[in-house]
Nanobody
Framework: QVQLVESGGGLVQAGGSLRLSCAASGSIFSFNSMRWYRQAPGKQRELVAIITSSGRTNYADSVKGRFTISRDNAKNTVYLQMNSLKPEDTAVYYC?????????WGQGTQVTVSS
C-alpha cells in the first residue's frame, strides 16, 4: 500500500511563500495524477492543483499565478510552491494520488497565513 506524507506547512505572513512536499512510499511514475487539495475550517475540501502523469497541470482559479505544482519522479515526490500567500489560503493541505487499483490520501499539513 502506497503512503503519502506531506511536509512543509507552517505559519507565514501574508505575501510570503511556502513549499509543500508530498513524498510517496512507492513510485509515482505510473500514477494517473497527483493532486493537492485543501480544507479550511467549516468549508468543503477543494481541489487546488493537479499534475498528470504526462506533466500537464491545472489550478483552481483562486491560486492561478501564485501556486505551482511539480513532480520529481526520481524522488517520488510532488511539490506545491505557494507564493504571494493570502489569509484565505489558510487551510489543511492534502496530497492525493489518483492511482490504480486505489487512490491514496496523505494525512495533511497545516498552512496558516497571518494578515
Amino acid at each position: 500500500q502506497v503512503q503519502l506524507v506531506e511536509s512543509g506547512g507552517g505559519l507565514v505572513q501574508a505575501g510570503g511563500s511556502l513549499r509543500l512536499s508530498c513524498a510517496a512510499s512507492g513510485s509515482i511514475f505510473s500514477f494517473n495524477s497527483m493532486r493537492w487539495y485543501r480544507q479550511a475550517p467549516g468549508k468543503q475540501r477543494e481541489l487546488v492543483a493537479i499534475i498528470t502523469s504526462s506533466g500537464r497541470t491545472n489550478y483552481a482559479d483562486s491560486v492561478k499565478g501564485r501556486f505551482t505544482i511539480s513532480r520529481d519522479n526520481a524522488k517520488n515526490t510532488v511539490y506545491l510552491q505557494m507564493n504571494s500567500l493570502k489569509p484565505e489560503d489558510t487551510a489543511v493541505y492534502y496530497c492525493y494520488a489518483d492511482r490504480t487499483p486505489g487512490s491514496v490520501w496523505g494525512q495533511g499539513t497545516q498552512v496558516t497565513v497571518s494578515s
